[in-house]
C-alpha cells in the first residue's frame, strides 16, 4: 500500500511560481510512475503531469506545458511539480497519485491518491 504525501501550495499572485512536493512510502519508489491532477469544485480531476519510472519520461497537460516542470528524486522518495508564471485558471487542489503499472491520463488509473494541497493564484 503507498502512502502519498502533498506538501507545498499555498496563495499567490499571477505570475508567481510554487513548488509541490509529493513524498512516497510503502512501496519502492522508483518502481511507480507518478503524476499530478487537480481538481477544482464541480468538476472532475484534471490531468496536470506525469513522470513515468525507469526513464523518467514525462507529459504534460496542453495548459501547463512550457509553465511547469514535473521531476522525481528516487533517493528522496519524492516527486516535485515546479509551477511558474502561475495564473488564476490554475487555481484547484492539486493531487499527487501513482501507478504500480505505467503513466496513464486518466485518473482512475491510479492506484493511490495523496490528500491533496490546495493552490490559489489571485489575480
Known amino acids: 500500500q503507498v502512502q502519498l504525501v502533498e506538501s507545498g501550495g499555498g496563495l499567490v499572485q499571477a505570475g508567481d511560481s510554487l513548488r509541490l512536493s509529493c513524498a512516497a512510502s510503502?512501496?519502492?519508489?522508483?518502481?511507480?510512475?507518478m503524476a499530478w491532477f487537480r481538481q477544482v469544485p464541480g468538476k472532475e480531476r484534471e490531468f496536470v503531469a506525469a513522470?513515468?519510472?525507469?526513464?523518467?519520461?514525462?507529459y504534460y497537460a496542453d495548459s501547463v506545458k512550457g509553465r511547469f516542470t514535473i521531476s522525481r528524486d528516487n533517493a528522496k522518495n519524492t516527486v516535485y511539480l515546479q509551477m511558474n508564471t502561475l495564473k488564476p485558471e490554475d487555481t484547484a487542489v492539486y493531487f499527487c497519485a501513482s501507478s504500480s503499472e505505467k503513466v496513464f491520463i486518466q485518473a482512475r488509473f491510479y492506484d493511490a491518491w495523496g490528500q491533496g494541497t490546495q493552490v490559489t493564484v489571485a489575480s
Open positions: 513522470i513515468s519510472r525507469g526513464l523518467m519520461v514525462t
Open positions: 510503502g512501496r519502492t519508489f522508483s518502481s511507480l510512475a
